[in-house]
């Protein structure tokens, strides 16, 4: 099936007809939460397989080829699906956006295909127990022994570590440089021996992020992405395209963006839609909402014609957080008391507490708001940095 990928001749709308078609035949009614990973995975390869997505990534890597009008109507047709962004967020938003500007061409080759296609889930191992918001403080070391990298640390917060092939890491190869000209960023497979995967449950009772310890991890000498040593400026590009992807998408739009339309339907289902506090709140949530819609599509149109909107990524990264308070905060004054107790069989309650659980961290994953509205105040804004962190022994900045 793969082959007739590059056959297929069509123009956007007709492009459009048979996207629609497809997902209503396959999809209607299946979100995340009822499909599990091996059938994710069918369904991903099954859409790259008919030539419905990797529409703009160059042939030779196992795109289309095609110009950044399809990719639009791919976006809009499949943001009622939440499960298409999940898995393509990370591991083509960000590891391939990433991979594919840093990358030889042998690293494109073997990889970028196989991830477009869905048969390799990428994460990212940046954060450490003792390296978050200043991942200049990586410790995870890599020493080079003969034609091998020699990989030891432990990473934190992985996303999506177990279902994952491969990862890009933050790692430190020469400890004698100053901290962000000594680190590198490897390609890590995380089948190798040395690598453990510990799931840490979170408040929502999903394990959705894992502790990776790396011990004595031998990796292949072309593992590293670029030369040893430029680590960092492939971390900020890699993190540009990250707050891309996760606030209103590159690769799609997030799930919370269509909230308005649900959340409209159950306050006229629970008898509460004239309730000034719901009225208030659902005001604030179309609002956000349509904010996100209009920065997002211009960042799409920019990425579309190959511009890089850089800093504005940490602006979509902020609203994104904030919209999802607001759609956890909506959806508690419309669910009422039943949120605090359910009965057993009111899955849109039991979804409405573990909406509110879980929006926290859309202001921490991807680096927290404190650390966008930084990048903000200095990068788009033109004020004064801020002090670079003090030692105990130097004294304070006047
Ligand atoms: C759902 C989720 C998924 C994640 N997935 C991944 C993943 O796949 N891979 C990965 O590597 N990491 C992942 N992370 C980790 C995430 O990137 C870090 O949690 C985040 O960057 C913050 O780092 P930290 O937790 O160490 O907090 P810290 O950096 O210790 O920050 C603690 C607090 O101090 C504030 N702070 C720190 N520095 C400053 C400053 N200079 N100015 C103002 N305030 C500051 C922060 O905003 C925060 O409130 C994930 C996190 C979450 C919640």
């Known amino acids: 099936m793969t082959s007739t990928r590059s056959e297929i001749v069509e123009t956007p709308s007709e492009y459009r007809d048979r996207l629609t078609r497809w997902l209503e035949a396959n999809l209607a009614g299946r979100t995340s939460r009822v499909l599990d990973e091996a059938e994710k995975r069918e369904i991903a390869q099954q859409m790259y397989d008919e030539g419905l997505t990797a529409l703009t990534w160059p042939e030779q890597y196992g795109g289309r080829g095609l110009p950044g009008d399809f ?31 840093f990358g030889t061409e042998e690293q494109k080759l073997r990889h970028l295909p196989r991830m477009l296609r869905g048969d390799e889930r990428w994460t990212q191992l940046l954060s450490e127990p003792g390296a978050g918001s200043d991942l200049a403080s990586v410790s995870t070391r890599a020493v080079r022994e003969g034609d091998r990298w020699i990989v030891n640390g432990q990473k934190v917060w992985t996303s999506s570590a177990v279902e994952s092939h491969y990862a890009l890491a933050l790692v430190r190869t020469d400890p004698t440089a100053p901290a962000r000209r000594g680190v590198s960023m490897m390609i890590v497979d995380l089948s190798a021996p040395g690598v453990e995967i510990r799931p840490l449950r979170e408040m929502t009772g999903r394990a959705a992020f894992n502790e990776v310890f790396l011990n004595d991890v031998s990796l292949a000498g072309d593992s590293i992405l670029g030369s040893p040593g430029e680590g960092w400026p492939i971390l900020l590009r890699m993190l540009t395209h990250e707050r891309l992807a996760l606030s209103a998408g590159t690769t799609g739009r997030r799930m919370d963006l269509e909230a308005f339309p649900r959340l409209l339907e159950l306050a006229k289902a629970r008898g509460n839609v004239n309730s000034g506090e719901v009225r208030g709140l659902l005001s604030e949530v179309f609002i956000q909402q349509k904010l996100l819609d209009l920065l997002g599509s211009r960042m799409r149109t920019a990425s579309e014609f190959g511009l890089s909107m850089g800093p504005v990524g940490s602006i979509g990264k902020v609203g994104a957080a904030k919209a999802a308070r607001l759609v956890a905060e909506a959806g508690i004054a419309i669910g009422g008391n039943d949120t605090q107790a359910w009965a057993a069989d009111d899955e849109t309650s039991a979804e409405l507490a573990r909406t509110l659980l879980h929006f926290p961290s859309a202001g921490i994953a991807g680096g927290t708001t404190e650390i966008q509205k930084n990048t903000i105040a200095e990068r788009l804004l033109g004020l004064p940095r801020e002090p670079l962190p003090q030692s105990p022994t130097t004294p304070p900045v006047k």
């Open 71 to 101: 990719q639009t109507v791919y976006n809009e047709a499949v943001a009622q699906y939440d499960w298409a962004m999940l898995a393509t967020t990370v591991t083509i938003g960000i590891c391939g956006a990433t991979l594919s500007d």
